[in-house]
């Protein structure tokens, strides 16, 4: 009913949904925002299977939750580069995310990570913190899953050009 794509999308949207679930340790910040939803991102040069100096853009639909019954929408862009990208692995990707909150409040966040490919999606993993505005110097962590647009068969042609997915960012302050 779904094919393999589907399949991929519904387990890695589970293990972020679980991921949520998982208690701040004691010794951290008293307060944490979780947000969640769907990310695009766009690759230039697209991934092949050679690494090559990659930029990475993205947009995140993001519904965050800092207490329970209290939600806000916010939306993500992302610029990055990737120094050695291909359609393996986002060699020690550098991203600054701009967020910006429903009730006005902007966040501006630096992060560096890294990405392998798992069952035909990017699982990618970031850590910062925010540079500039709401939470400024609060630590930050982002998951994405990301699965391409185009079918694998792309990393060794043209290349593939963008990717969508599920995205996790959890500001703790």
């Known amino acids: 009913m779904f094919g393999g794509r589907g399949v991929v999308v519904a387990l890695c949207s589970a293990a ?3 991921s949520s679930f998982v208690g701040a340790p004691a010794t951290q910040a008293a ?6 939803g769907q990310e695009s991102t766009t690759y230039d040069p697209g991934l092949t299977l050679v690494p090559r100096l990659t930029t ?11 207490r329970p019954g209290e939600t806000v929408k916010a939306t993500g862009h992302t610029v ?13 990707p550098r991203v600054l995310e701009r967020v910006r909150f429903a009730d006005g409040r902007e966040s501006e966040i630096r992060y560096e ?4 490919r798992a069952a035909g999606a990017h699982e990618v993993h970031l850590t910062g913190h925010v540079v500039k505005g709401f939470a400024e110097g609060a630590d930050v962590t982002r998951d994405v899953s990301l699965l391409p647009a185009s079918p694998p068969t792309d990393c060794a042609t043209g290349g593939v050009t ?4 599920q995205g996790q960012l959890r500001i703790a302050f």
């Open 162 to 165: 963008s990717a969508t997915g």
């Open 16 to 18: 972020l949904a679980a």
């Open 113 to 116: 990570g890294s990405a392998l």
């Open 56 to 66: 990475l853009h993205s947009t995140s639909e993001y519904t965050c939750s800092g």
């Open 31 to 36: 307060g944490l925002i979780v947000c969640a």
């Open 80 to 92: 990055g580069v990737a120094p050695e990208a291909s359609c393996l692995a986002l060699d020690s």
